[in-house]
């Protein structure tokens, strides 16, 4: 009986392939152009009108005041309460466009989808719902010109990477500095999708390739999506998209300046668009059209992916139901979180279809420059390093306490689906406190930040007073992998790293030496062992012991006029 509903499905969703096929040539999108947001709306806007099948949906601000994000779906429920909540329950697909509006492909893709979908005879309403953003970030989109991918072939026009704030939105999943992050974790949460992905064009080296994909690191992945991802969905795309003539390949990021040196799989950390949806294990791609291909068959090939990603999930729907179940039960489970994945030298094999690297003299320059002869291709094997170990582990704690004055932190938790407990009376708890003791910064903005790439945390265990409006969050609940890739302080995108704790890194009380002078004496009797450790290291250092500042900084620093909360994280653990 399961196997006959089975088959149905498998021809009901063939029916989409075959009949979308008939009519690409119909759609006013398949050429070299694309819609600009306005125009995009309006469009979408009249397919809600003219179709029961398509909503479009106001789900908030944008980086442009006035101008929204949208969501569109397709084959929601009546209204939009029971859409949402259809979404949530049942097995959804969410797709990002223009997160990088130079990049539109994904924008055609799912106007050419959304009209091949109004156009089906019947649908059957237990398939899965199909959302997407039309154009994520609106600012970007505002900005057009025919120059800003000054490698890309097409289209004729199209938006800028950067948001009104100059930002790149893939890089802002975990810091939320835009508008836009905030409304797409409301979007995310509203739906939780099952599957994701996040549309692009690549820039680097010439290959023959028109359709690369990204997926999540294996090794971070929960075992029961790493089993159905790599197992079987992956393969199975593979050989689905070979069917309409589209050699699928993972993005080809090249060890050294061509890919014959070997490829690497890319680190999907949490910043980016695909990395913060894995951390809610979903099921994250992103794709990147080959930017030398023209836009038309780069809108084919995305299109082509989305439509055969539907169809996989309509007949694994169950599967995957599945393993997002066991991986939220392993997420439970984990007794340590693991993070900073560096990639080994163990490589394996990959058949790649490239262009042969040769030698050109430039007339301009006079200069020798590299270059990819497309009469020349080829197809051989190169190695592939995807292979990461993560080389730090925290203990995961039971809870965590946000002090209540880090109202910024604590509303993007809330956006973000964490549940938590806020204390309405004072309490004294035994907890790990987090002590910055090192830490450098870039010498330049990286997205608006100077970020922490090194620092050393210690986690003292002590008694603590907490206050009313402090949070308590417990860590067994789901979410809790995105809880801890932003509360763990060394984590690579935690809100320590992306400079929300600055303020907490500097003294703001001093002392004046010739007073200070004065109290050394009842100090360190009133202090045996400070006074044992000062007199060794006067001993030990001879630098220490000719210098008063030194000498006199050391006593203040370990004395009761010290401040108790200089480099202290406003971040608890309670085991
Ligand atoms: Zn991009």
């Known amino acids: 009986m399961y196997y006959l509903y089975l088959m149905m499905r498998v021809v009901f969703s063939l029916l989409i392939i075959s009949t979308g096929l008939s009519l690409w040539a119909q759609s006013k999108w398949t050429g070299n152009t694309s819609p600009d947001y306005y125009r995009l709306i309006d469009e979408l806007k009249r397919m809600d009108k003219e179709s029961p099948l398509v909503s479009l949906y ?56 959304t009209e091949n979908y109004m156009r089906l005879d019947s649908i059957n309403p237990n398939d899965p719902v199909v959302a997407f953003i039309p154009a994520y970030n609106v600012g970007g989109m505002l900005t057009r010109s025919a120059t800003s991918r000054a490698n890309q072939n097409g289209p004729e026009l199209y938006g800028f990477r950067g948001n009104a704030q100059n930002l790149d939105l893939n890089r802002d999943f975990t810091k939320m500095d835009s508008e836009n992050a905030r409304t797409f974790a409301k979007i995310f949460h509203a739906l939780n999708p099952d599957v994701f992905v996040d549309n692009h064009v690549s820039n680097g080296a010439d290959y023959q390739y028109t359709l690369t994909y990204i997926s999540s690191l294996r090794e971070r992945m929960a075992p029961s999506l790493r089993k159905l991802i790599y197992g079987s969905m992956l393969p199975q795309l593979t050989q689905a998209l070979k069917k309409s003539k589209w050699d699928l390949f993972p993005y080809v990021e090249t060890v050294k300046e061509t890919p014959d040196s070997g490829i690497y799989q890319f680190n999907d950390l949490p910043r980016y668009a695909m990395g913060y949806a894995s951390l809610f294990n979903v099921i994250s791609f992103t794709v990147e059209t080959h930017m030398l291909k023209p836009f038309p068959n780069r809108v084919k090939a995305t299109h082509d992916f989305l439509n055969e990603l539907v169809k996989w999930t309509v007949v694994h729907a169950a599967q995957i139901e599945l393993a997002r179940e066991k991986a939220h039960e392993w997420e439970g489970s984990q007794r340590y979180f693991r993070f900073n994945y560096s990639r080994t030298s163990a490589a394996d094999s990959i058949q790649f279809k490239g262009f ?61 689906n964490i549940l938590f407990e806020v204390l309405s009376q004072e309490k004294t708890l035994d907890v790990n406190a987090q002590f910055v003791r090192s830490f450098d910064a870039i010498s330049k903005p990286y997205e608006g930040h100077y970020l922490h790439p090194t620092k050393a945390i210690e986690k ?77 290291k006067k001993a030990a250092d001879k630098e220490f012991a000719t210098s008063e500042w030194q000498q006199l900084y050391f006593i203040y620093q370990n004395s009761a006029y010290f401040e108790p909360s200089y480099m202290l994280l406003p971040v608890y653990e309670l085991k």
């Not at 106001?58 to 442009?64: C, I, K, L, R």
């Not at 909540?85 to 959804?92: D, I, N, P, Q, S």
């Not at 003299?361 to 094997?381: A, F, V, W």
Request: overall charge negative.
């Open 58 to 113: 106001n789900m908030g601000p944008s980086d442009v005041p006035g101008l929204p994000i949208y969501v569109c779906v397709i084959n929601g429920a009546e209204d939009s309460t029971a859409t949402f909540l259809k979404a949530r329950k049942g097995t959804t697909l969410l797709f990002n466009n223009a997160i990088h509006p130079g990049e539109p492909d994904g924008i055609n893709a799912c106007l050419i989808y």
């Open 460 to 536: 003292v265990s002590m008694k603590m007073n907490f206050r009313p409006g402090d949070v308590l969050i417990p860590t067994n609940q789901n979410g809790s992998l995105f809880l801890h890739a932003v509360l763990q302080p060394m984590c690579e995108d935690s809100y320590f790293t992306w400079n929300y704790f600055d303020s907490y890194l500097q003294e703001k009380e001093y002392f004046s030496n010739y007073v200070f002078v004065e109290k050394l004496r009842s100090i360190l009797q009133a202090n045996p062992e400070l006074r044992q450790a000062y007199e060794a």
């Open 356 to 416: 042969t690297a040769v030698r050109d003299t430039n007339d301009i320059t006079g200069l020798s420059h590299l270059t990819y002869d497309r009469n020349l291709p080829y197809q051989k094997s190169i190695p592939f390093y995807r292979t990461y170990v993560p080389l730090d582990s925290v203990e995961i704690p039971q809870f965590y306490i946000v002090r209540g004055q880090e109202h910024r932190i604590i509303e993007q938790l809330k956006a973000n």
